[in-house]
């Protein structure tokens, strides 16, 4: 292809683009394809000559297509959203045209100090006190896996990278039942240990950390001869939206010198909403490290995950490695390379840029508090529904309820929703029982998507029973 060709095929991709999203409240949320249908479709062995543009593009119409979910979709209520806002998608266009990668301030210094004023821009947003820092990765999993490294460095006085792990005993980090897998993950991958990990009860009325049994354990471990390393709390965790009371978690932090890690993925974007603060973000700036992804609530492109940092000094000095062909000579610049795990880093701050610009905080705002209210408003019409129960209320734009029956009559109600294609939900569990999980957050939903899904759960259940 030549660069005629690509500009003609980037307008007919724009202009596919621009039809398929108009077009999304026809189709089915969620693929219908079997398994392996989609496989059965391809050639076996790669072509030896080229192809035109015209029959790969037909054959992505007509073999892929049918195989995607749609993210975009605005009854897409399953998950938390990948969101993906028209301004976003024409930066990342122009990042995938130019192509460069930005590891360092002089591979591309246009991005490094861009991605620096937008993480600043957001810490405003945020309401964040003045000297937090940060840096932006791909996905929460890679910011929480730095805070958990850094974590192991600090405890083991930045020593786990030099010598191993073999002799610094058992170090333990501290999170509730409530948190996602990706700490899980980060704590296998660090070397630390599922065994390591404790997990605390929760309790209230959003199923916080119990701080005296977090103390206990603490204290418990010391005792045993442990090093606790650090506490991971969260604010909206993935299941049902569990928040912990962020203060009496940092006192003892404080009391213990532990490091301090708040993981706000989802609902971290609703605090650019000052209301929901007192709630959900009071104390927030005695936290070392948090992250938020504006790739789900706020509207970019997937991937792009922010975590700031109130001293980013723990984390240089456990992921901060400089061989020569790495160093830059002259003036002291910010290499955001050496803030986290990758080398290679996209230009992820501009799709920030074009989206807070297009959309301004407020029309952003805007979107979220509607969300909230229509999650409230959905609730009330299944808690009015005869034998359905509410058994996590909403927390923001999430809640949870149960249909009339057992456990596998939840799963039959969530199939038989994803199969009739209108909308798309999933299942969860709480205190050992299944779930059905809501959540209003598609970026172009509207409260007639969401009132639809209301009736679509009725008639679906009616033939059910």
Not at 129 to 153: P, W
Not at 275 to 302: M, T
Request: contains cysteine.
């Amino acid at each position: 292809m030549d660069w005629d060709g690509f500009a003609h095929w980037s307008k007919h991709i724009s202009d596919w683009g621009a039809n398929y999203h108009k077009s999304l409240r026809d189709r089915p949320v969620r693929a219908q394809t079997a398994h392996g249908a989609i496989a059965a479709q391809l050639p076996v062995s790669p072509p030896e000559g080229a192809e035109t543009m015209d029959a790969i593009m037909a054959d992505f119409e007509t073999i892929v297509m049918p195989g995607m979910t749609h993210w975009q979709h605005p009854r897409f209520f399953a998950y938390f959203p990948a969101n993906a806002a028209p301004p976003s998608m024409l930066a990342e266009m122009l990042v995938t045209t130019v192509a460069a990668q930005c590891m360092l301030w002089q591979t591309s210094p246009a991005a490094t100090e861009v991605e620096g004023v937008m993480v600043d821009w957001l810490r405003q947003a945020l309401g964040l006190a003045d000297g937090f820092t940060g840096v932006i990765q791909d996905s929460a999993s890679s910011a929480t896996l730095s805070a958990v490294l850094t974590m192991r460095e600090r405890a083991t006085g930045y020593t786990g990278n030099r010598d191993g792990l073999s002799d610094k005993g058992q170090l333990r980090i501290y999170c509730s039942d409530q948190v996602h897998s990706s700490i899980d993950r980060a704590c296998w991958v660090a070397g630390i240990g599922q065994a390591n990990l404790v997990k605390i009860p929760t309790n209230g009325p959003r199923y916080a950390m119990d701080v005296a049994a977090l103390q206990a354990a603490i204290t418990a471990d010391r005792a045993a001869g442990h090093t606790p390393a650090g506490i991971i709390a969260i604010t909206g965790g993935t299941g049902i939206g569990a928040c912990d009371v962020l203060g009496p978690i940092l006192e003892i932090a404080r009391q213990e010198d532990l490091y301090t890690h708040l993981d706000a993925a989802w609902a971290g974007a609703a605090m650019i909403c000052p209301e929901f603060r007192a709630d959900f973000w009071a104390d927030v700036d005695g936290f070392d490290s948090i992250v938020f992804n504006p790739h789900k609530w706020l509207g970019a492109q997937f991937d792009c995950s922010v975590q700031f940092l109130k001293d980013p000094a723990p984390q240089l000095n456990t992921l901060k490695i400089e061989p020569e062909y790495l160093r830059t000579t002259g003036e002291s610049v910010t290499n955001y390379s050496e803030w986290t795990i990758p080398l290679g880093r996209r230009f992820r701050a501009l799709k920030i840029w074009f989206l807070i610009r297009s959309y301004g905080l407020e029309g952003l705002r805007t979107r979220i508090r509607n969300h909230v209210a229509w999650a409230g408003e959905l609730c009330e019409v299944i808690r009015a529904k005869e034998g359905f129960e509410i058994v996590t209320e909403p927390i923001l734009s999430l809640f949870s309820f149960r249909c009339p029956g057992d456990d596998a009559t939840q799963q039959r109600l969530v199939d038989a929703l994803n199969d009739d294609g209108r909308i798309y939900v999933t299942q969860g569990a709480f205190q050992g029982r299944k779930i059905i999980r809501f959540q209003v957050g598609q970026f172009d939903t509207t409260r007639d998507d969401v009132v639809m899904a209301g009736a679509v759960i009725g008639e679906v259940w009616s033939k059910m029973k």
